[in-house]
């Protein structure tokens, strides 16, 4: 019954989503009546998907294995928690876990935009519905999470093993609704094109979103390279993967976004521009997802392979960005220029960073999709990170110049040697750190050393702003900005750090045999076999000391029984200045097992500065949030 | 600046920057992709140079452990009569097996032994090179049918 509920729901929300955009056209085309009744069907689809989801939900914690998807993904032994995320741990449930979030955040807009004109809001929620309408069908047609298996397996399939962690919880769900996020701002983008409503007020009412979709975005990819840090066992924390440039392309876009909005917002400036990055980002999601769902790539992130459901989510993809980009190449002319500014200035800044985030964005996007063209030729090559980092790394590096200086300068107008003047504190710092580091560690190569000298300047100069300024009456969105960037900054470090000056061992050890690895001297203990809910696994035990103290670790190899899959389980040790990282790998047979010892200085900085990266993006939107609230009710006073 | 101006500049700016980073992209392309062999893509008596990335079959009983204990060679093969023979020190990915598909990075000695670089773990215990794949067809439902 509750499968049948569940598709009952999915087939309503479809059809509301068809009659809201209907209604949404309906009212645009002057339809008296219509607009009223739109913001009320987006949170009816809101509520109907929401139930087919839990639906879905309630049937995995159930494992009901009637259904094919469960009895194909599941499994009655598989511990409570990942039968829950396991829901999203495939193809169908992660589709239906997409719209679900798409037609929820279309009722967030119904229910809480207040600052955007009411035809503006009413062409969003249309250009949403239609997004929705698209993604419905691919379920409904093509991936059908509810269909029935007669008769019922006796026991299910179980899920991916590599799967079954705790950050399935959380990475998918977060990197979806940052996806999804930037369909809103590419809704509103359309929105305000079809009404010629491109201005600051309509980049007011879009910020809050793309920071959002932008916070939730830098959440799930910083979550996603720990994750497979820690999970994968290869000791990487980034490995240029298709699915990984998948989910960056769309950071890069949201970032340039996330100026350029700025821009419009403040000064009035970038309006065609942003409009076009809008496209351009949500192009991305959508790439992203085709990568990832289409099964065009096997890893762990595409589930079964269907050519059907491929083309299905190109043809969605080239109708969405061709639609749009035919809608912006009618209504571009009406968009009026923007304010103008000179070259040296806080705009001409962030119209650099713009630039080069695209840049890096190309170069990523061509490193990607390359490969499968050239396949579909008959030629196979893979793009890895000889060329990523390359390409990538400098350009990088002079985006987080870019970035230390621009928040430094006067928007429209300002004097190159002022500029320069204010920069001297963060440069000299850099200069010393660039000296220090070249002459403390002897043959480093180039790009980790100017990484680690830039990472000083521009945490220096990220807290620049906030210098001379009364720090309880700055503004919260300075703060997120000043701690954004310095996340950046701690972000580089350990980038630079980790690449630069990691130690790696692989030996094949005896019991009671010590080996060294950087500052530590790890003394291969015992293996013990030890058991869990749904695997049994050999454990060793591996006594770390460096100086005075000692610690345990206990890295695992894991054996599932469903699927039958091994897993090794790394043992990490964190500490102020690194990790250490081990991995029992294979017995040689002859009384010896295979280990691999890391020692990675500063490599927690990397996921630390992520996390700071958005904790600024949250302030921000905290404080964007209420100055707009604030100015809204000064306004109603009056 | 006047608005027109300051638009028309930076349209042009923003196409130079696009045109740069697709010449950057086919600079870095050129030097650095890594080029696909299986066994039966080689020409008798003739190795592809640089970095390169060869998938097949890891052929059974082809598994030898070196005496450091961490070195490890096999063969690869597909349904062509050549083989490659790799050479890899290092920890093998889970789901690598005899029996079972393989892409591994590294580049070709003058010997033609395979020096792999790095053994790629396709993340699915179903994972088959492309070529074999196509014969064997869908695995998902294969294994729901057993």
């Known amino acids: ?638 | 600046m006047k608005r027109k101006d300051q638009r028309a500049a930076l349209l042009i700016l923003a196409l130079v920057a696009m045109v740069g980073a697709v010449l950057l992209a086919m600079s870095g392309l050129k030097d650095r992709a890594a080029y696909f062999y299986a066994p039966g893509d080689l020409k008798a008596g003739q190795v592809p140079q640089g970095a390169v990335r060869i998938g097949g079959m890891v052929e059974k009983g082809s598994l030898q452990r070196a005496a450091d204990g961490v070195t490890i060679a096999f063969t690869v093969r597909d349904e062509s009569p050549n083989r490659i023979r790799v050479r890899y020190k290092g920890i093998v990915p889970d789901l690598f097996k005899e029996g079972s598909g393989v892409v591994a990075e590294g580049s070709f000695g003058p010997d033609g032994l395979f020096a792999a670089s790095e053994i790629l773990a396709k993340h699915d215990e179903n994972y088959m090179p492309p070529r074999l794949d196509a014969k064997k067809g869908e695995h998902k439902s294969e294994s729901l049918a057993k």
Request: aromatic share 10%; with cysteine; glycine share 10%.
């Open chain 1, 1 to 638: 019954m509750i499968a049948e509920f569940g598709l009952a729901a999915l087939w309503l929300a479809a059809a509301l989503s068809l009659l809201q955009l209907g209604f949404g056209v309906a009212a645009l085309r002057g339809g008296e009546g219509f607009a009223s009744s739109v913001r009320p069907i987006a949170v009816v689809q809101a509520v109907l998907v929401g139930a087919a989801f839990l639906a879905l939900i309630q049937l995995f914690l159930r494992t009901d294995l009637s259904v094919a998807l469960v009895a194909e993904n599941s499994h009655s032994q598989k511990p409570l928690l990942y039968k829950f995320a396991g829901t999203w741990g495939n193809h169908e449930g992660s589709m239906l876990l997409w719209v679900t979030v798409l037609a929820i955040a279309g009722a967030a807009v119904a229910l809480f935009e207040r600052s955007l004109k009411e035809r503006t809001l009413v062409a969003t929620l249309a250009a949403q519905a239609a997004i929705g309408l698209g993604f419905y069908a691919f379920l409904l047609f093509a991936s059908n999470p509810f269909a029935r298996l007669n008769p019922a397996p006796p026991q299910g399939n179980g899920l991916n093993p590599l799967l079954q962690d705790p950050g399935l919880a959380f990475h998918p769900p977060t990197l979806y609704l940052g996806y999804v996020g930037i369909s809103i701002a590419f809704s509103f983008a359309v929105g305000a094109l079809i009404t010629r409503d491109v201005g600051p007020a309509f980049a007011k009412a879009m910020r809050p979103w793309v920071l959002a979709a932008w916070i939730l975005l830098t959440l799930g990819i910083t979550a996603g390279s720990y994750w497979a840090y820690y999970e994968l066992g290869w000791g990487g924390w980034w490995f240029w993967d298709p699915v990984e440039n998948a989910s960056l392309m769309p950071w890069l876009a949201a970032t340039a976004l996330l100026h350029s909005v700025t821009v419009l917002a403040t000064r009035d400036g970038l309006r065609a521009w942003t409009v076009m990055l809008a496209v351009v980002a949500f192009s991305m999601s959508m790439v992203g997802t085709f990568l990832v769902r289409s099964g065009i790539l096997t890893s762990v992130h595409s589930f079964a392979v269907d050519p059907r459901r491929g083309a299905f989510i190109l043809i969605l993809l080239a109708l969405y960005i061709g639609g749009a980009l035919i809608l912006f190449g009618a209504r571009v002319g009406t968009v009026k220029e923007g304010s103008t500014f000179e070259p040296v200035s806080r705009e001409g800044a962030l119209v650099l960073n713009n630039l080069l985030l695209c840049v890096i964005l190309a170069l990523v996007f061509i490193g990607t999709i390359y490969p499968l063209i050239t396949e579909a030729f008959g030629t196979k090559l893979s793009i890895g990170p000889p060329y990523f980092n390359s390409v990538v790394g400098p350009i990088a590096l002079a985006l987080a110049l870019a970035m230390a200086a621009g928040p430094l300068m006067r928007w429209r107008r300002d004097r190159l040697f002022e500029v320069v003047r204010r920069l001297a504190l963060p440069g000299g710092l850099m200069a010393v750190a660039l000296v220090l580091v070249f002459v403390l560690a002897p043959g480093i190569r180039v790009l980790p050393l100017l990484g680690l000298a830039l990472a000083f300047g521009v945490g220096a100069a990220s807290l620049a702003p906030l210098w001379k300024r009364n720090l309880r009456r700055t503004p919260l969105f300075i703060w997120g900005m000043a701690v954004s960037h310095l996340g950046i900054g701690v972000s580089l470090a350990g980038m630079a750090a980790e690449s630069a000056f990691s130690k790696e061992r692989l030996v094949a050890a005896r019991l009671g045999e010590t080996v060294s690895v950087g500052p530590y001297a790890i003394r291969f203990e015992s293996v013990d076999p030890v058991a869990g809910p749904n695997w049994t696994a050999i454990e060793g035990k591996l006594t770390a000391s460096r100086g005075g103290g000692s610690f345990v670790l206990r890295p695992q190899a894991r054996m599932f029984s469903a699927p039958p899959t091994e897993t090794s389980e790394a043992a990490i040790a964190t500490r102020l200045d690194g990790q250490l990282y081990t991995v029992l790998g294979k017995p040689d047979g002859a009384g010896r097992w295979q280990l691999r010892l890391w020692w990675k200085p500063f490599v927690t900085l990397i996921w630390l500065g992520g996390a700071m990266v958005a904790v600024g993006g949250l302030l921000a939107l905290i404080g964007r949030v209420r100055r707009e609230r604030r100015a809204r009710r000064a306004e109603e006073g009056e």
